[in-house]
């Protein structure tokens, strides 16, 4: 038999026709759509992966898209427990900021800490220098300067979530629906996140899916899918 985790990332915040901004902890938006959620809820019920228990992320985004795949799987809203484990990180001095503002800063704060005058350089050239930062953080979670990040903690929360779903859940399966920060630490359950994040693309799109499996026997999980786009 096998034990299932289902994580999921919450639906849309921002409208099209918005700027998106850098939304962590401290930004508390409903979702824009239900669409995604549905969608979610949807591509869980005909793949036969219905869960036992829901965790959300005790933040409107989270919520409500556990709600809403709840619905759309024909389950109970009951079974959904908000965990603040899975609470999405802090951007510090970034939060609710765009890209462009926070590719500004981080690439000004780094020219700076480098000794550059900054002077020398245009606006853009500042931003791209940013944008090399957000790439290192998009391609193996190294956290830019100034975000209230603990990456530790975040790996101890996937590894001991995985030691409590193989204990307590043997061969059922759990659903986690948090946000894009969070979840890119979730391949540490595979007990080798170094090659995980060289073969996949760590960030996980707005309703996009991760499931992981363990055999009893197993000392790791399994990534049986990453970033799936269950609305496509």
Known sequence: MTTRILIARHGNTFLPNETPRRVGARTDLSLVEKDRACA??????????????????????????????????????????????????????????????????????????????????????????GRAIIDAWNRDATVPNGWLVDPQKYIDTWVTLGKEVAEQYQDQTVMIVSSNGIIRFSPYLTGDFKTFAAEHKIKVSTGGLCIFEKENAQPYWKCAGWNIKSQE
């Open 40 to 129: 979610l809820g949807r591509y869980i019920k005909n793949h036969h992966l219905l869960p036992y228990v829901i965790w959300a992320a005790p933040l409107k985004r989270t919520m409500e898209t556990a709600q809403f795949a709840c619905e759309a799987m024909g389950l109970d809203p009951s079974m959904i427990y908000e965990d603040h484990r899975f609470t999405e990180i802090d951007y510090g001095p970034d939060e609710n900021k765009t890209e462009d503002e926070v590719r500004f800063r981080l690439g000004k704060k780094s020219l700076k800490d480098e000794g550059e005058n900054l002077s020398k350089f245009s606006e853009e050239q500042i931003k791209e220098k």
